[in-house]
């Protein structure tokens, strides 16, 4: 089991920034991709950033110049850096580590941590 305790959530107006953490604790294993992914009311969970062990990235579209995705291996800690915040960024961001177990693949999810941008 993997626990992923995620902080930095809070208020910000418009064009401000955040930076949030999650730390990854448990049966840790060095082949995995750790990312954000954000929930707004009404909506369905979506990608936000997601890095792999090796330091690849990927982000959604609607971020990409804003928010920077990045991680410390030593500390099993994947951060992610938000600027030029928008209300649409409004949301419960939400730490997800997938990693591979073996032969297997297992999918881990953090409590969520409300961001909210005020215009």
């Known amino acids: 089991q993997v626990q992923l305790v995620e902080s930095g959530g809070g208020l910000v107006q418009a064009g401000g920034s955040l930076r949030l953490s999650c730390s990854a604790s448990g049966t840790i294993f060095s082949i995995n991709t750790m990312g954000w992914y954000r929930q707004a009311p009404g909506k369905q969970r979506e990608l936000v950033a997601a890095?792999?062990?090796?330091?690849?990235?990927n982000y959604a579209d609607s971020v990409k110049g804003r928010f920077t995705i990045s991680r410390d291996n030593d500390k099993n800690t994947v951060y992610l850096q938000m600027g030029s915040l928008k209300p649409e960024d409004t949301a419960v961001y939400y730490c997800n580590r997938d990693q591979r177990e073996g032969l297997s693949r297992r999918n881990y999810w953090g409590q969520g941590t409300q961001v909210t941008v005020s215009s």
């Open positions: 890095i792999t062990s090796g330091g690849n990235t």
